[in-house]
């Protein structure tokens, strides 16, 4: 089945410098669509971006990503943390077989300090 | 447009006692899924419905897990004898359609801890 793996579990940066948050995915569809989504605390998940074509940059609220079917990646980045960029950030993956259920990674908790 | 509503908000149970999670999903929205928040796990996916039909439950743990969608304003995820593992965020969401390309509206989950 599909899988999402996100390495880093922590990621803390000083406001200011850039953001790469790492995503790659395993499916046996070559039509998957990738997704990130942004989870603040006391909030609900929501969407921060979307992608299924192939090396094209997406970008949404200052973060963007490309999807590269060659390496399965699709890694999170922004030029400039800001420290309302604290949160949690999931990497997904969804399939035309599957409809819009989503199989998500292990999360990637951000911290951006002053 | 409230977004999806989950209710309660946190709920405390005792081992072994059951637990009823709502969720009321945006209107018109034909697909709703529940998933699971753990700091271990992530997001993990248990369920989902279509226009009220089960679709796919193959995350769920079989025993004491079930869900259903009585009607299209509200699904209900039941856990029986409820274990310490079961303590998360349980999260409803809801797309307006079942494709891989929609975006999926969450809830701000239900918080259950089991002592």
């Known amino acids: 089945g599909d899988s999402v793996t996100q390495k880093e579990g922590l990621v803390t940066l000083t406001e200011g410098l850039p953001v790469m948050l790492n995503c790659t995915y395993q499916t046996i569809y070559s039509n998957a669509f990738l997704f990130w989504y942004v989870h603040y605390l006391n909030e ?71 | 447009n409230a977004g999806v509503i989950q209710t309660p908000r946190h709920k405390v149970t005792g081992k072994g006692q059951e637990a009823t999670l709502w969720c009321e999903p945006i209107s018109g929205h034909s697909a709703v899924f529940w998933y699971r928040q753990t700091i271990v796990q992530g997001l993990e996916f248990l369920t989902y419905f279509r226009n009220q039909a089960p679709i796919d439950d193959s995350g769920m743990p079989k025993e004491r897990f079930s869900a259903q969608m009585p009607n299209q304003s509200h699904s209900t995820l039941k856990i029986q004898s409820t274990q310490p593992q079961d303590s998360a965020v349980y999260l409803c969401a809801s797309s307006p359609r079942d494709r891989a390309d929609t975006e999926v509206f969450f809830g701000k989950g239900t918080r259950l801890t089991v002592v």
Not at chain 1, 72 to 101: E, R, T, V
Request: proline share 3%; aromatic share 8%; net charge positive.
């Open chain 1, 44 to 114: 609900s998940p929501r969407l921060l971006l979307k992608s299924s074509t192939d090396n094209k940059r997406t970008e949404h609220q200052g973060f963007h990503a490309t999807l590269h079917k060659s390496s399965s990646s699709f890694h999170l980045q922004k030029s400039s943390a800001q420290l309302s960029d604290s949160a949690l950030y999931y990497c997904a993956l969804s399939d035309h077989n599957a409809g819009a259920k989503l199989t998500f990674g292990g999360g990637t908790r951000l911290t951006v300090r002053p």
